[in-house]
Nanobody, 113 residues
């Protein structure tokens, strides 16, 4: 059993930065690939980035060079550093244990002037 709790969302101006955190409970965290997804109103949920237990990362093309995913296995936490934010990054961001039904509740990110 894994429980995921996201934090760090909010309102930011275009070009700004936010750092999302996802705290995980449960002993499986260290063996799981973790991912961030997002869903904007009227759109399907889409994968943003993922990180394996060994730290190998993968990014969607629309965030490459702007977002960085990382994890701290000692703290059971995965992060998403988001820089150079654009209005089209506005969405609810969800943390997910890859290939499982473990999802967080989501955190709202709004990019607007």
């Amino acid at each position: 059993q894994v429980q995921l709790v996201e934090s760090g969302g909010g309102l930011v101006q275009p070009g700004g930065s936010l750092r999302l955190s996802c705290a995980a409970s449960g002993r499986l965290f260290n063996i799981l690939t973790m991912a961030w997804h997002r869903q904007a109103p009227g759109n399907q949920r889409e994968l943003v980035a993922s990180v394996t237990m060994r730290g190998t990362t993968n990014y969607a093309d629309f965030v490459k060079g702007r977002f960085t995913i990382s994890r701290d296995n000692a703290k059971n936490t995965v992060y998403l550093q988001m820089n150079s934010l654009k209005p089209e990054d506005t969405a609810v961001y969800y943390c997910n244990a890859w290939n499982t039904n473990y999802w967080g509740q989501g955190t709202q990110v709004t990019v607007s002037s």
